[in-house]
């Protein structure tokens, strides 16, 4: 039986060596194997979350910007430094040979990067298509989504991401059908969301068709998908599962969720460069969905509901490193450290009279990413300030997100290579502001 060191030897080999020579540096996977090596480690993935040897490792592979402290890490991925230089150099060799590449290479090595991801999502090849972002893969479900009629509904949630909600509401003004928005506790327990979610689909048994957020953009709640999506099939509801912000962020595979259908970024949590994104449909599933209009018929592959067109080649050849890099450091190592931050600074806020800390209130809906706001400070313009005053006073950056049904709120989200001391200052700066109020 192998080793985890030697499974993840085995998946770069797998994940690069696949490429064409056309592309292919002689050694590239050099970097990650000797990372893999650098970060072995056989203890348990909560001990490696608090193990700050192992983490000043992984930060040697990243550049920080500036000396703000930059809890505003949701919005993309930062590239580890092996990830960057191979983009670069793809860039520089696309620049170089053009159409002589595409032509020749391009459809074979398309379809080896399709099968990393495919490996690495626990799917099948023919289940996933890449796309240029989680959105347009959204997009593509629901303008091509078969049979919606005028007596069905379509739900959304107001912890889905704004544009995603916007595109819901259209779907059904488009179809004549019910639109109908779900307001989510501010807070609760994985069984406070299950409870919602069910008491929706009894009040609206028309419902068709639904939008189901993994991890939200608003505050970092993850839900329970895989029972919220199992009560959806029962009642006949197809459900997207936006993983645009959980993969990488969440460790997890298709198996877990139990969706049929999913969109995903590969340019946050896994690192690539922007401009990826992939589509997951599950076998068997695709007649429900139309290809995209002008692509071949048959529901044998996911690939033909989408129509990237001329994209940054570099960008998607540069994705298994990127998966490469995100399992040498380990998915469920990344997604314990990232919790742990996250509680460092949650069990002070959690302590102060004055802050309400907004999303999961157990572990099981954590992520890395959190949320919070001053009690009964909920306007836009008043998050905003608080917003400033971090930035301003205290040197922390952060973002206001607004379309919670119950106010406006502050996000944090670090990343791999925050130190416990940015954390710690972060908090402080929390302990400061309640006292002042």
Same mark, same amino acid.
């Given at each position: ?169 259209w779907l059904a003004n488009e179809h004549k059908a019910e639109g109908i928005a779900l307001s989510l506790p501010s807070s609760g327990s994985k069984q406070d969301f299950i409870d919602a979610y069910t008491a929706a689909f009894q009040q609206h048994p028309n419902l068709k068709l639904m939008l189901l957020t993994h991890t939200s953009n608003q505050h970092g709640l993850t839900l329970p998908v895989k029972e919220i999506a199992a ?76 129509? $990237? ?13 990127? $998966? ?49 706001? $001053? ?63």
């Amino acid at each position: 039986m192998q080793s985890r060191r030697q499974l993840l030897k085995t998946f770069t080999t797998l994940s690069l060596g696949g490429l064409s020579h056309s592309v292919f540096a002689s050694g590239e996977d050099s970097t990650i194997n000797e990372l893999v090596d650098l970060l072995h480690t056989n203890a348990s993935p909560q001990a490696v979350a608090r193990d700050e040897s192992y983490w000043n490792k992984v930060s040697r592979y990243y550049l920080k910007g500036t000396d703000t402290i930059n809890l505003e890490q949701g919005y993309w991925g930062k590239m580890a430094l092996p990830v960057e230089d191979e983009y670069i150099r793809l860039t520089r060799k696309i620049n170089q040979e053009m159409a002589w590449y595409a032509r020749k290479h391009w459809s074979d090595d398309f379809k080896q990067v399709k099968q990393t991801v495919a490996r690495a999502l626990g799917a099948e090849v023919n289940e996933i298509a890449l796309t240029r972002n989680a959105t347009e893969s959204f997009v593509n479900l629901i303008t091509q989504y078969k049979g919606l009629q005028k007596q069905d509904a379509v739900l959304w949630a107001d912890v889905d991401y704004p544009s995603f909600q916007h595109m819901m509401q259209w779907l059904a003004n488009e179809h004549k059908a019910e639109g109908i928005a779900l307001s989510l506790p501010s807070s609760g327990s994985k069984q406070d969301f299950i409870d919602a979610y069910t008491a929706a689909f009894q009040q609206h048994p028309n419902l068709k068709l639904m939008l189901l957020t993994h991890t939200s953009n608003q505050h970092g709640l993850t839900l329970p998908v895989k029972e919220i999506a199992a009560l959806a099939k029962s009642k006949g509801i197809d459900v997207i599962c936006d993983c645009a912000q959980s993969w990488g962020l969440v460790n997890f595979k298709m198996d877990d969720l139990g969706v049929d259908w999913a969109v995903f970024n590969l340019h946050k949590w896994i690192g690539s460069p922007v401009g990826v994104g992939a589509l997951y449909m599950k076998a068997g599933t695709l007649e429900r969905v139309s290809p995209f209009p002008g692509e071949a018929g048959g529901n044998e592959s996911a690939q033909n509901r989408v129509h $990237i067109a001329t994209s940054d080649f570099a960008a998607f050849l540069a994705v298994p490193h990127a $998966i490469a890099f995100h399992f040498a450091i380990g998915g469920e190592n990344k997604a314990e450290r990232l919790r742990y931050l996250r509680s460092r600074w949650v069990d002070v806020a959690n302590t102060l009279p004055n802050i309400e800390v907004l999303g999961a209130a157990d572990v099981d809906g954590s992520s890395g990413m959190g949320g919070f706001r $001053i009690k009964g400070q909920v306007t836009q313009p008043q998050v905003s300030a608080l917003q400033q005053r971090l930035e301003n006073e205290f040197g922390v950056f952060t973002v206001v997100r607004q379309d919670l049904a119950s106010g406006c709120n502050i996000r944090v989200t670090p990343q791999v290579f925050t130190t416990l001391a940015e954390i710690d200052t972060f908090a402080n700066a929390l302990i400061n502001i309640d006292k002042a109020l």
